[in-house]
């Protein structure tokens, strides 16, 4: 029978101290306000905003409009995963850790949009009030699939800011460097939340295999309440940023590899449902996949012909 989530967070609080301790090993320390050029910055009443001023594919816009706004959205993930987190327990600790690192990326990608004008100030001022009125954050329903979920968010997140900076213009260095430490601070909350779940399946590894599956169903890059949503995340995976290609590739597949979610033993029978379930899940967006890069193989010869 799985384990209630009360023995899995008592089970795990070695573990969350060892890998907080890894984490603290290797120190990431960064100023926000040292990576930007200041005196570049100009008044937006005498100059207002205009496209012009920062030329860039509508893709790479969005990403990094959704991106900073689900930075801004910090405090809501802070309270789900508290949720989880009860006092004394060192996982509170973590979650103190990762929320003081997570807040310096919203405000030194902000500063960063406002001195280069990427981005129209007053369009991502006006989203992050709607968005932050709402407080919508993916809320998990235990501890087990809340760390699921936050490994791929980590790993998704850390690939959607990787591959925002490799797009910006070429002399936009500042830009380029300050999405490459938020995606390096992003990496090290995932090797964290990766390797506590892999500790999680040695310890429950049906419950997990639950836990795992039903995320892996239902999983969506944050940003649901972010005004046109959709509209944003289909640019945003048309300029090859992130989208079903990415997800399946670079999050899914290495991280359930790396669980050995399919030769596990020793499951329970609602966790070998589970699994399979998991599996055909992977298979069906894995044919998502080769479908629509099928579709946009047949597209790109026939629209070269019309120009
Ligand atoms: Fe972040
Ligand atoms: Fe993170």
Same mark, same amino acid.
């Given at each position: 029978m799985a384990k209630s989530r009360v023995d899995l967070l008592e089970e795990i609080a070695p573990d969350v101290e060892r890998l907080y301790n890894r984490h603290m090993d290797a120190p990431r320390l960064w100023y926000p306000?040292?990576? #930007?050029?200041? /005196?570049e910055g100009e008044d937006f009443g005498a100059h207002p905003w205009s496209p012009y001023d920062y030329q860039i594919a509508d893709g790479v816009r969005s990403s990094i409009y959704v991106n900073l706004l689900t930075e801004d959205n910090l405090p809501y993930y802070t309270d789900s995963i508290l949720a989880h987190s009860p006092v004394g327990h060192p996982i509170r600790d973590w979650t103190f850790q990762w929320t003081m690192e997570e807040n310096r990326h919203a405000m030194v990608m902000r500063d960063w949009v406002h001195i280069s004008r990427c981005i129209d100030p007053t369009l991502l001022e006006d989203g992050r009030r709607v968005q932050m009125q709402k407080g919508e954050v993916p809320r998990p329903a235990t501890f087990a699939e809340l760390i699921a979920y936050v490994s791929f968010q980590e790993r998704a997140t850390q690939i959607a800011h990787r591959n925002t900076g490799s797009k910006?213009?070429?002399?936009?260095k500042i830009g380029r460097n300050v999405l490459g430490l938020i995606a390096g601070d992003e990496t090290k909350h995932y090797l964290f939340y990766r390797d506590l779940t892999l500790a999680a399946f040695a310890i429950d590894p049906s419950a997990m295999m639950i836990a795992v599956s039903r995320q892996v169903s239902t999983f969506a890059m944050p940003g649901? /309440? #972010?005004?046109?949503f959709t509209r944003h995340a289909v640019r945003i995976a048309k300029e090859g940023i992130y989208g079903l290609g990415q997800y399946l590739s670079d999050v899914l597949t290495p991280i359930l590899s790396l669980w050995d979610v399919e030769h596990l033993k020793g499951l329970t029978k609602e966790a070998e449902v589970a699994r399979t379930e998991l599996v055909n899940v992977k298979a069906k967006i894995a044919e998502t996949v080769e479908r629509m890069a099928h579709k946009a193989a047949l597209i790109k010869p026939s629209l070269s012909r019309s120009h």
């Open positions: 306000h040292e990576q #930007i050029r200041w /005196g910006l213009p070429k002399d936009d649901t /309440g #972010i005004p046109s």
